[in-house]
C-alpha cells in the first residue's frame, strides 16, 4: 500500500471525527441523543444530566480525535506511513481512556 493511500485514509479519519465534532458543536444540547448509552435514557432521567456539558466534553474529544489523525496524517507525509499507525495507537489509548461499561461511571459527573 503507497504512502498516499495511507494519507488519504488519515484524512478521511481526520474529516469524520471533525464532521462529528461539528455536529455537537452546532447542535449542543440536542446532539446528546447521539451519544451511546445516553439515548436510551427516558426522558426524565436525561433532565437530570447536564447536557450542555456532556456535548462540550463530547465535541472536545471528537476535535482531539481529530487533531491526533491530522498530525499522524501530516507526519505521514512527511515521515512515513508508520506514522498514522502511531497515530491510531495514541487515539486508541485516548479512546480506552474514556470508555465506562458502568452507567454512572459514564454520566455520573455530569449529574445536575
Request: net charge positive; with cysteine.
Amino acid at each position: 500500500m503507497g504512502k498516499y493511500n495511507w494519507i488519504f485514509m488519515g484524512l478521511i479519519l481526520t474529516g469524520i471525527f471533525f464532521i462529528m465534532g461539528l455536529v455537537f458543536a452546532i447542535m449542543k444540547e440536542k446532539a446528546c441523543v447521539l451519544i451511546s448509552g445516553y439515548n436510551f435514557k427516558s426522558r426524565g432521567e436525561r433532565e437530570k444530566y447536564n447536557e450542555r456539558r456532556m456535548s462540550t466534553d463530547m465535541r472536545n474529544f471528537l476535535f482531539i480525535c481529530s487533531g491526533i489523525f491530522l498530525a499522524g496524517t501530516i507526519a505521514t507525509f512527511m515521515l512515513g506511513p508508520i506514522c498514522l499507525g502511531l497515530s491510531f495507537v495514541v487515539w486508541l489509548i485516548y479512546f480506552l481512556r474514556d470508555v465506562h461499561i458502568d452507567d454512572e461511571k459514564a454520566f455520573g459527573k455530569y449529574r445536575k
